[in-house]
């Protein structure tokens, strides 16, 4: 089979490539991406001479080029990672969100039905939902929760979604959805809160927490999500959603207080700052029906996840620091500048 994974060069979509050509020698993996701020093809180092791995660099939203690639390549299964993923960035510029997330799926949306397709997957987010109260934990997201989202990031991938359905609905593309808690593990660009109080730990630099530092993740390692794509791609039933989520629910100022132990630094490096605008209050994952439909289950506890991510952070410097001391440092200084 041959198989389009759009976004490889990022977090999620990174970890899912290397996945996929190691498992499966036999398939074609395609990675599409348009190596924005976000993407980084060192993520891919270790594939790039595989004989069943190939990447196009190129842009989601452009018609005319993914037309192009459609009507050359013939791809059996799309998988759409390709995003522009982060909450801050898109309360401060929302623009490319709507034309990545939104623009760019529906562009992908018409070159299947043009030409073609077993399968297009969307890699969504529980952040559709909006959030739970805080003094509520027996509420969980589950597929049946309307989407009600907060931000624009949210709000541009809700759109998406709904589109993926409509083209189910109305031209019986076979399509599914996978709605995703907090990552974290290994690639994650040092914007994401994880990666980013690592970083600056290390540095003996102050970490910022937004408002009080109450509001609740429910945190999934990378390969888990990897492990429920791949089953959702090869037994999922067409036209599905299914979340995905491990029960690792923590405050952030739990997170940030655990690394900061691992790591032995102080506590003192915490600095409360001003709080993200329309900040979520708590996203909790009900994950029955992909464990009950699909047997995907969690391999990693959030205990045991966190001490391997900080274990590649430290054996892996030079990726994260090549990210840090370039185009990214100016975001830095201008988010952080006070603290
Ligand atoms: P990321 O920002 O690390 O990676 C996004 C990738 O998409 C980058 O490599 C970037 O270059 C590429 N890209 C951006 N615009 C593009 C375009 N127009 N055309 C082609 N490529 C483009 O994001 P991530 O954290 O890996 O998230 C991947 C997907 O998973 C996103 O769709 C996101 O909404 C979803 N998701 C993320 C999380 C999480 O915790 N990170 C959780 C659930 C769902
Ligand atoms: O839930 C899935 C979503 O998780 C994905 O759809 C998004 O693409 C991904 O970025 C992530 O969104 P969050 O906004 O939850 O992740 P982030 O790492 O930006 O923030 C996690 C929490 O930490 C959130 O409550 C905000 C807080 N935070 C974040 C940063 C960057 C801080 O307190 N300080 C920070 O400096």
């Not at 994974?5 to 395609?30: H, L």
């Not at 929302?94 to 990545?100: A, I, Q």
């Not at 054996?315 to 100016?330: A, F, H, L, R, V």
């Amino acid at each position: 089979m041959k198989i389009l994974v759009t976004g490889g060069a990022g977090f999620i979509g990174g970890n899912f490539v290397q996945y996929m050509v190691n498992k499966y020698p036999e398939d074609t993996i395609v990675n599409l991406d348009l190596l924005t701020y976000a993407g980084n093809l060192e993520t891919c180092k270790s594939i790039e001479n595989k004989e069943n791995y190939k990447f196009i660099q190129g842009d989601i939203a452009d018609r005319k080029f993914i037309f192009d690639l459609f009507e050359k390549e013939k791809f059996d299964i799309v998988v759409n990672f390709a995003a522009e993923s982060h909450v801050d960035r898109s309360i401060e510029s929302p623009e490319s969100f709507v034309r990545t997330n939104v623009n760019g799926t529906t562009t992908l949306l018409d070159a299947c039905n043009t030409y073609g397709i077993k399968r297009y997957h969307q890699i969504s987010t529980d952040e559709v939902y909006g959030d739970l109260p805080l003094d509520r934990l027996d509420l969980f997201f589950t597929e049946e929760t309307p989407i009600n989202p907060s931000s624009p990031y949210s709000s541009s991938k809700a759109a998406a979604d709904l589109f993926v359905l409509a083209y189910h609905r109305t031209y019986g593309l076979p399509v599914t959805i996978s709605r995703c808690s907090n990552n974290y593990g290994p690639y994650h660009f040092p914007e994401k809160l994880i990666p980013l109080i690592i970083s600056r730990a290390l540095a003996d630099k102050n970490v910022p927490i937004y408002g009080d530092g109450k509001n609740v993740r429910d945190w999934l390692h990378v390969y888990d999500h990897c492990e429920a794509i791949d089953l959702i791609i090869r037994k999922g039933k067409v036209g599905e959603i299914y979340n995905i989520g491990g029960h690792n629910e923590r405050s952030n100022l739990e997170v940030v207080k655990n690394i900061l132990g691992i790591l032995g630094k102080s506590e003192s490096l915490i600095k409360y700052v001003e709080d993200r605008k329309g900040h979520d209050l708590r996203y909790a994952i009900d994950p029955t029906k992909i464990e009950s439909e699909l047997g995907w289950k969690p391999k990693y506890s959030f205990e045991t996840g966190i001490k391997h991510t900080i274990e590649w952070y430290l054996n892996n410097e030079d990726w994260w620091k090549n990210i840090i001391s370039g185009e990214y440092k100016k975001y830095l200084e201008k988010m952080y500048k006070n603290i």
